[in-house]
T-cell receptor
Framework: DAMVIQNPRYQVTQFGKPVTLSCSQT?????MYWYQQKSSQAPKLLFH???????NEADTPDNFQSRRPNTSFCFLDIRSPGLGDAAMYLC????????????????FGSGTQLSVL | RKEVEQDPGPFNVPEGATVAFNCTYS??????FFWYRQDCRKEPKLLMS???SGNEDGRFTAQLNRASQYISLLIRDSKLSDSATYLC??????????????FGSGTQLTVLP
């Protein structure tokens, strides 16, 4: 019954070694988000897609990229992970009814805990 | 000033107690408000939306005060299973950000036996 699925649940990578996290959804939601959450902190929005339109947050480092090949899938690429990128990465979806309207609730995946050695 | 501010706690309360959390937001144009619950090392899950007239779901009551720009969450008859971090979430609904929700840092609650 999982609606937003993230793989893997835990990911270990080496300093500077590119890593890709994946997210898929069965909800057919038009908006998909990637959040970064560090211990005892609020989830921080990295970017989101409204359909195919990519929206990057101003303070998201260039090291983070994203792809959304279709409605169901979204990927987070970290080109050169640093020690400071170790965090929980949360994918979420929502349904926005139109460009000018806000979204309602977010549906989160179970997250990927990234460790950088 | 942070867009969404919460008292981080921790709140340690005995079982059966009533506990309340407040959350303030800075953007008066904000339209939608939510409380999410997050267990340790798990994803946030929607607890309840917050409506202008206030709303109740079992032991949980949420209220919105637009004049003072805060929302609150009241938990009655606390259970051990209520132990979690409670995140205040606001849709700021400013231009270009209608699809982005802003999270508070969360308030940690521990219910003690």
């Amino acid at each position: 019954d999982a609606m937003v699925i993230q793989n893997p649940r835990y990911q270990v990578t080496q300093f500077g070694k590119p890593v890709t996290l994946s997210c898929s959804q069965t909800l057919n939601h038009n908006v998909m988000y990637w959040y970064q959450q560090k211990s005892s902190q609020a989830p921080k929005l990295l970017f989101h897609y409204y359909d195919k339109d990519f929206n990057n947050e101003a303070d998201t480092p260039d090291n983070f990229q994203s792809r959304r090949p279709n409605t169901s899938f979204c990927f987070l690429d970290i080109r050169s992970p640093g020690l400071g990128d170790a965090a929980m990465y949360l994918c979420a979806t929502s349904r926005a009814t139109s460009l000018g309207q806000g979204v309602e609730k977010l549906f989160f995946g179970s997250g990927t805990q990234l460790s950088v050695l | 000033r942070k867009e969404v501010e919460q008292d981080p706690g921790p709140f340690n309360v005995p079982e059966g107690a009533t506990v309340a959390f407040n959350c303030t937001y800075s953007n008066s144009a904000s339209q939608s408000f939510f409380w999410y619950r997050q267990d340790c090392r798990k994803e946030p899950k929607l607890l309840m939306s917050v409506y202008s007239s206030g709303n109740e779901d079992g032991r949980f009551t949420a209220q919105l005060n637009r004049a003072s720009q805060y929302i609150s969450l009241l938990i009655r008859d606390s259970k051990l299973s209520d132990s979690a971090t409670y995140l205040c979430v606001v849709n700021p609904f400013s231009s270009g950000s209608a699809r982005q929700l802003t999270f508070g840092s969360g308030t940690q609650l521990t219910v003690l036996p």
